[in-house]
């Protein structure tokens, strides 16, 4: 029912920009929580940014101030800005949100495809 389709990424210089995008389509009563993740080759997936349930935003300490996050609820869409882009942020990034696609159903997790960003001079 519910898709999530990330864009933006692609190749940039260090200390360059990209701005992602995760697109919310199908039969979708309201978005909960909202975050990205990234995982790099052989490693662990990690939490880049969460936005709540209640609206509060925990960035991770390695984005903190060069990343951020936002969202325009009318269009189901989230984004992440990122600046001053360093090669170890390298990594697929994915999109994760917090969905009710039911009424009287409680929200659940859907993820989307993941977007690769390549930072390299």
């Known amino acids: 029912q519910v898709q999530l389709v990330e864009s933006g990424g692609g190749l940039v210089q260090p200390g360059g920009s990209l701005r992602l995008s995760c697109a919310a389509s199908?039969?979708?009563?309201?978005?909960?929580?909202k975050s990205w993740y990234r995982q790099a080759p052989g490693k662990q997936r990690e939490l880049v940014v969460l936005?709540?349930?209640?609206?509060?935003?925990q960035y991770a300490e390695s984005v903190k101030g060069r990343f951020t996050i936002s969202r325009d609820n009318a269009k189901n869409t989230v984004y992440l800005q990122m600046n001053s882009l360093k090669p170890e942020d390298k990594a697929v990034y994915y999109c994760?949100?917090?969905?009710?696609?039911?009424?009287?159903?409680?929200?659940?997790?859907?993820w989307g495809q993941g977007t690769q960003v390549t930072v390299s001079s």
């Open positions: 994760n949100v917090g969905v009710v696609t039911t009424w009287g159903s409680a929200g659940y997790d859907s």
């Open positions: 936005i709540t349930s209640n609206g509060r935003i």
């Open positions: 199908g039969s979708i009563i309201s978005i909960y929580h």
